[in-house]
């Protein structure tokens, strides 16, 4: 595989980033990840403006202009052959000897690209039968609109579900679902869908955006605000949103079905168009 390091594209074996790295040290850095379908980049303006938004948040800028990091993905994906994957995306506030604050502004920033192919993304498993989640308390940092790599308790959580027999968790605080590990959450009631609106409690999902953007304009009706554990429970569907997974039916919830625990209509037509619109619009 041929991954970018600081402006060079190396065999992953040959890439070097310091020990002294921010990123490594303090999970001071940011990143995004970006899909390919048919080896063109979904979504690519929604995540180069969040990443520049989460770089700002941390006092830091873009490390190149949207289309030279436009180009580096482009470059990425030809090199690597990628038809169907993912493109991740670091960007840390560089090296520096060990120190909570932050070394001078002109220190240079890590930026590190690597892919991952994932042969028919757009048609997995977990897409087709549903996942399970299970709950588990929110015990994230308070800023998670920012999209940092401190992605530990979300990993632990993610275990956790895995060792309960599910897929994933879906994490509460004050009563409420927050979020996926890795994903925005939504049930569905009524005909209506309902999802956190947004603010430091969650990541902005890119893909969140669009599917609400083409739900509304199939007329769906939508209601953001949060949503409790009971109401997922006795809604008639449920479903999560990333880059990675487009949209996933949820069919379970703490071991009990949802709707007939069967993924739903509302989650199967919003991925269809969704994967359909992401696909026409790629760059
Ligand atoms: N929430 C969290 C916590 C995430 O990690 C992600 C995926 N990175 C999302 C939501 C979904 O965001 P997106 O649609 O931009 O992938």
Redesign the pocket.
């Known amino acids: 595989r041929i991954v970018y390091v600081n402006g060079d594209y190396l065999p992953e074996d040959a890439a070097r980033v310091s020990v002294f790295d921010r990123g490594f040290l303090f999970a001071d850095a940011v990143y995004e990840?970006t899909s390919v379908l048919g080896g063109r980049l979904i979504d690519f303006d929604g995540?180069a403006a969040?990443l520049e938004r989460s770089l700002g948040e941390l006092g830091m800028p873009m490390p190149m202009p949207r289309d030279s990091l436009l180009a580096v993905h482009r470059d990425l994906v030809a090199r690597n052959s990628i038809e169907d994957g993912l493109i991740y995306l670091q960007v840390t506030r560089g090296a520096a000897d060990r120190d909570f604050a932050y070394p001078d502004a002109d220190t240079p920033q890590t930026v590190v690209l690597f892919t991952q192919a994932k042969p028919g993304l757009a048609d997995t498993p977990a897409a087709r039968e549903g996942i399970r989640v299970v709950s588990l308390p929110d015990l994230r940092w308070g800023r998670?609109d920012i999209?940092t790599v401190q992605l530990l308790y979300?990993s632990m959580a993610k275990m956790e579900a895995r060792a309960r027999g599910a897929d994933d968790a879906w994490m509460i605080e004050d009563g409420a679902v927050t979020?996926?590990?890795?994903?925005?959450a939504y049930i569905v009631k009524d005909g209506r869908i309902v999802t956190r609106g947004l603010g430091h409690e969650?990541?902005s999902?890119?893909?969140?955006a669009a599917v609400l953007r083409l739900a509304r304009e199939a007329q769906m009706q939508i209601e953001e605000r949060p949503f409790t554990l009971d109401e997922a429970r006795a809604a008639d569907e449920a479903f999560v949103?990333?880059?990675?997974a487009f949209v996933l039916p949820v069919i379970e919830i703490d071991g009990a079905a949802v709707g007939g625990g069967t993924p739903g209509p509302v989650a199967r037509r919003l991925r269809e168009i969704y994967i359909d619109e992401s696909r026409r619009a790629a760059l």
């Open positions: 990840v995540h969040r998670r999209k979300p979020e996926g590990t890795s994903n925005n969650i990541l999902g890119i893909t969140r949103t990333s880059a990675s």
